[in-house]
């Protein structure tokens, strides 16, 4: 059986652990990217060897170009070829907007969407090749609807689902499909300061009463890498908050 090939950027925390796990336990062959979190990113390594799955790891900041071309190029000579890239990785600096410093805005594109444009197009070269392949990035509910004192943030996300949609339309006829994933409120250790007031407020505000959980985007990923008809789509998963 001819295996797909997943790189998954971002992965040794949070949404991008959870997709990566979620993932090899089906079978895939995983690379799980990481940059400064090396030690969770072990962790999960040797967690999936233990319950007998293999993945690799690699170190890469996925904003700075030469790195993502050496990561994609490891990729391709370890297994000649990429069937999935997840844009997972990102930054969030909560901050009141008059508070944003140039370095601040400069610095949450360069994380948040150069990444995204880098590690694409990087892949995309190899994909268009072999005819085929799946872009999935991980936006969030700001980059919808924007989020206060979350501008900068906001508008990086908005601009990946802008950068969806445009790449679904130019690489269709080349039987690559690109989607965007918009989660609501995630569980995560980016909201791991929340406080439990403010927690049940947002609660509250949810049709579904309950917070995501990490396993609800990994789940949207398999099923949007397993499809074969669905591109250009801004799935947003956040319990009906924003209906």
Known sequence: MDRKVILVTGA??????????????????????????????????NELKEAGFEIDIF???????????????????????????????????EKMFLDITDDDWNHMMQNNLYSVFCCSQEVLKHMLHEKKGCIINISSIYGVNGGSCDVHYSASKAAINGMTKALAKEFGLSNIRVNSIAPGVILTDMTAQISEKDWEQVKNEIPLGKIGKPSDIAKCVKWLMEDDYTTGQVIEINGGWNM
């Open 59 to 93: 170190k890469c900041d996925v904003s700075q170009r030469e790195e993502v071309r050496k990561m994609v190029d490891f990729v391709i000579n370890q297994y000649g070829k990429i069937d999935v890239l997840i844009n997972n990785a990102g930054i969030d600096d």
């Open 12 to 45: 040794s925390r949070g949404i991008g652990r959870e997709i990566a796990k979620t993932l090899a336990q089906t079978d895939y062959q995983v690379i799980a990217n990481y940059n400064q979190s090396s030690e969770a990113a072990l962790r999960l390594r």
